[in-house]
C-alpha cells in the first residue's frame, strides 16, 4: 500500500507566522499535487508540481517537489486567518496505475 | 448548479441495511472515483472507473461496490453496512491522468 504521511497532523499559530507543512513517501510520484479543504466542502485544488526539484509560488504559498519526487512542502508566509483550513497532498502514481494517493492531512487553524 | 453533485449529503442508517450513494458530473470528465475520509486518515481510495466499461478497486474496496451507469454518473454501494463504515464519502472527476481532482461536497455517512 502506498502512504503518504504529511506532518505535522494539527497547527495553530498566529496570525503573520510562518509555517512549512511536510509531506512525505517512500514511493516515487510522477506528481504531486496540494488541495486545501473548507468544512462542509470538498477539496480544491491549489498546485501540482511535476518536475523534480520544482518550486511553485501562488502568492503567500511556496510549494517544492522534493529531486527524488518521493516528497514536497507547502510553506505560508505571514500567516492569515483566511488560510485556515484542511491541507492535503496527493501523490499521483505514475503511468500504468493512475491513481492518486492522499495524505493524512494537516489541519490548520490561524488566529487573529 | 454545481460540476460535481452527490446524494444524500447525508444519511443515518442501520447495521446490515443496503445503502447507495450516488454521483453525477456535468464536467463530461470520462474518470470517477470514489474516496472515503476519516479524521487522521486522509482521503482513502474505494474505487475508481475510466470509462463505463473500466471500473477498478481501491486501496479499501472490500464491503463496496459500484456501478458506473453512464459517463455522468458513478453510484457507490454498501451491501451491508457497518458501523466502521461510518464516514464522509467523497465522489471526484479528473479529465487527464495526473490532472486536477474536481470533488463533490461530500455524503455523511452514519452507519448505527
Known amino acids: 500500500t502506498q502512504l503518504l504521511e504529511q506532518s505535522p497532523q494539527f497547527l495553530s499559530i498566529q496570525e503573520g507566522e510562518n509555517l512549512t507543512v511536510y509531506c512525505n513517501s517512500s514511493?516515487?510520484?510522477?506528481?504531486l499535487q496540494w488541495y486545501r479543504q473548507e468544512p462542509g466542502e470538498g477539496p480544491v485544488l491549489l498546485v501540482t508540481?511535476?518536475?523534480?526539484?520544482e518550486v511553485k509560488k501562488l502568492k503567500r504559498l511556496t510549494f517544492q517537489f522534493g529531486d527524488a519526487r518521493k516528497d514536497s512542502s507547502l510553506h505560508i508566509t505571514a500567516a492569515q486567518p483566511g488560510d485556515t483550513g484542511l491541507y492535503l497532498c496527493?501523490?499521483?502514481?505514475?503511468?500504468?496505475?493512475?491513481?492518486?494517493?492522499f495524505g493524512t492531512g494537516t489541519r490548520l487553524k490561524v488566529l487573529a | 448548479d454545481a460540476d460535481v453533485t452527490q446524494t444524500p449529503r447525508n444519511r443515518i442508517t442501520k447495521t446490515g441495511k443496503r445503502i447507495m450513494l450516488e454521483c453525477s458530473q456535468t464536467?463530461?470528465?470520462?474518470?470517477m472515483y470514489w474516496y472515503r475520509q476519516d479524521p487522521g486518515l486522509g482521503l482513502r481510495l474505494i474505487y475508481y472507473?475510466?470509462?463505463?466499461?473500466?471500473?477498478n478497486k481501491g486501496e479499501i474496496s472490500d464491503g463496496y461496490s459500484v456501478s458506473r451507469q453512464a459517463q455522468a454518473k458513478f453510484s457507490l454501494s454498501l451491501e451491508s453496512a457497518i458501523p466502521n463504515q461510518t464516514a464522509l464519502y467523497f465522489c471526484?472527476?479528473?479529465?487527464?491522468?495526473?490532472?486536477?481532482?474536481?470533488f463533490g461536497e461530500g455524503s455523511r455517512l452514519t452507519v448505527l
Open positions: 464536467k463530461g470528465h470520462d474518470r
Open positions: 472507473s475510466f470509462d463505463v466499461k473500466d471500473i
Open positions: 508540481v511535476v518536475t523534480g526539484g
Open positions: 496527493a501523490g499521483v502514481t505514475p503511468a500504468g496505475t493512475y491513481k492518486y494517493i
Open positions: 514511493s516515487v510520484f510522477s506528481s
Open positions: 471526484a472527476t479528473s479529465d487527464l491522468w495526473g490532472g486536477e481532482l474536481f
